[in-house]
Antibody, heavy 121, light 109 residues
Framework: EVQLLESGGSLVQPGGSLRLSCEAS????????MAWVRQAPGKGLEWVSA????????YYAASVQGRFIISRDNSKNTLYLQMNSLRADDTAVYYC??????????????WGQGTLLTVSS | SYVLTQPPSVSVAPGQTATLTCGGN??????VHWYQHRPGQAPILVIY???DRPSGIPERFSGSNSGDTATLTINWVGAGDEADYYC????????????FGGGTKLTVL
């Protein structure tokens, strides 16, 4: 069974940095694009970023462009999200999601349980 | 950027049919995907590419897409279907291509 296990969420001060990780198992990781999707408290799902299967192409939401960096280590079956210049409105549960194909257009057939990031002083 | 519009809430009696809509400019030209999200759980893909069901999703779930509206239909609704439902597209013409609708809360009366 496909498993996606996010980690790294915590309480961070505004302006701080944090890296989220997503460890994947039970599928051939290097054959599928991956993504991060978040849900702020009381809000809907918001797509954050995606990366192709090879890692050669990356995509970002306007709200995080220039502050967040998505990457993957296919040798470790792990997806990352480096988050810099964090703001209060980045507070959310961050979900790791597996895409159905190696490159866009993307939809997401498996999701993790999420990890909570709180940005507050 | 591309905008997807969903009604905030839909209510339906058990055993009836729920019709959830997702509006977007010429959305019929795009592939639409639907997710079910229960509080505290991981989202679940219930329809991809307008009308296809992933393995394990009941036939009660169906999708269509034409013109400016995509639709998720759930037949014989039960209490277990109560959740938030989101539509999603990948807008290849945008620098920020991943798009979710605002979500619809389905309440089973």
């Amino acid at each position: 069974e496909v498993q996606l296990l996010e980690s790294g969420g915590s309480l961070v001060q505004p302006g701080g940095s944090l890296r989220l990780s997503c460890e994947a198992s039970a599928f051939i990781f290097n054959k599928y694009a991956m993504a991060w999707v978040r849900q702020a408290p009381g809000k809907g799902l918001e797509w954050v970023s995606a990366i192709s299967a090879s890692g050669g192409s990356t995509y970002y939401a306007a709200s995080v462009q220039g502050r967040f960096i998505i990457s993957r280590d296919n040798s470790k079956n792990t997806l990352y999200l480096q988050m810099n210049s964090l703001r209060a409105d980045d507070t959310a549960v961050y979900y790791c999601a597996k895409a159905r194909r190696p490159q866009p257009p993307l939809s997401f057939d498996f999701w993790g349980q999420g990890t909570l990031l709180t940005v507050s002083s | 950027s591309y905008v997807l519009t969903q009604p905030p809430s839909v209510s339906v009696a058990p055993g009836q049919t729920a019709t959830l809509t997702c509006g977007g400019n010429h959305i019929g030209r795009k592939s639409v995907h639907w997710y079910q999200h229960r509080p505290g759980q991981a989202p679940i893909l219930v329809i991809y590419e307008d009308r296809d069901r992933p393995s394990g999703i009941p036939e009660r779930f169906s999708g269509s897409n034409s013109g400016d509206t995509a639709t998720l239909t759930i037949n014989w609704v039960g209490a277990g279907d109560e959740a938030d439902y989101y539509c999603q597209v990948w807008d290849t013409s945008s620098d920020h291509p991943g798009v979710f609708g605002g979500g619809t809360k389905l309440t089973v009366l």
